[in-house]
């Protein structure tokens, strides 16, 4: 039997993640630039059970050595009928843990747009009232975050996360240019039941900003100019998880 694609051994309190020197370089790359102020996404894509989590869990360690803020979230196939919910896992934390004077000046401005989202008794008319205001708020909470620390959002199995969280997530991802902020997905390949639309502009604001980025390197045998990939062991009939890492080009509206 072939060898797993991610072997992990504790060392130090830490994955060592082994064959995955490609993909761990490109996280780096982009954890640096988040610090730099240059916003982007990294999309890791696999079938079930090839590393994918993992590798979010080595993003968060890179980004904690350099003091990043992170907000992580996962989707959950059941609660893919809430509105917002990853949103919500995302910010909840946040909110808990600021006292009630900072949390309204991180909605100062355009970002108090998104104040209904963390209202549970308003939550269900959101998506249905004024919705672009509401991904609009969304944004600059997260730029008002990042203005006091770079920041890392991490979503881990994206495919089920609800359809207005994916909005906002693929509204933020074409708006990163010039802030720092970095945006991590983990995709499980396959067939997606709902939202594949959604799914696949996330996907492609990735493939666009590689192609737009001169930071750019290639592990792939096909010669694909937009896809970054690892070769490494891997079980029969999978495939290596890929890694698209770019440098969004839209401007922040």
Same mark, same amino acid.
């Given at each position: ?104 000046? +991180?909605?100062?401005? %355009? *970002?108090? #747009? =998104? &104040? ?9 008319? @959101? !998506? ?9 708020? +969304?944004?600059?909470? %997260? *730029?008002? #975050? =990042? &203005? ?9 199995? @994206? !495919? ?94």
């Amino acid at each position: 039997m072939l060898e797993s694609v991610v072997e992990g051994v504790r060392l130090r309190g830490r994955e060592l993640l082994l064959e995955r020197d490609a993909e761990l370089a490109v996280i780096a790359g982009a954890v640096a630039g988040a610090v730099e102020g240059r916003g982007s996404v990294v999309l890791v894509e696999g079938p079930p059970g090839i590393g994918k989590t993992s590798l979010l869990r080595a993003t968060c360690e890179l980004a904690r050595d350099r003091d990043l803020r992170i907000v992580m979230a996962r989707g959950f196939a059941l609660e893919g009928d809430f509105p917002f919910g990853v949103v919500r896992q995302l910010f909840e934390p946040v909110r808990l843990a600021t006292a009630e004077r900072e949390w309204a000046q +991180l909605l100062d401005g %355009a *970002a108090g #747009l =998104a &104040a209904r989202v963390f209202d549970g008794g308003e939550i269900s008319r @959101v !998506q249905d009232d004024a919705p672009y205001a509401t991904l609009h708020g +969304l944004f600059w909470l %997260a *730029a008002n #975050l =990042a &203005a006091e620390r770079p920041l890392v959002v991490v979503v881990d199995d @994206v !495919q089920w996360a609800d359809p207005p969280s994916l909005r906002w997530l693929a509204h933020l991802a074409h708006r990163l240019q010039g802030l720092p902020i970095l945006l991590v997905l983990a995709r499980r390949t396959g067939p997606d039941s709902r939202s594949a639309a959604l799914l696949d502009e996330l996907r492609a604001a990735a493939v666009r900003g590689r192609s737009a980025s001169r930071r750019r390197r290639r592990w792939c045998a096909d010669g694909s100019a937009n896809t970054l990939m690892a070769s490494c062991r891997r079980p029969a009939g999978q495939r290596p998880a890929a890694t698209r890492s770019c440098s969004t080009r839209s401007s922040a509206r």
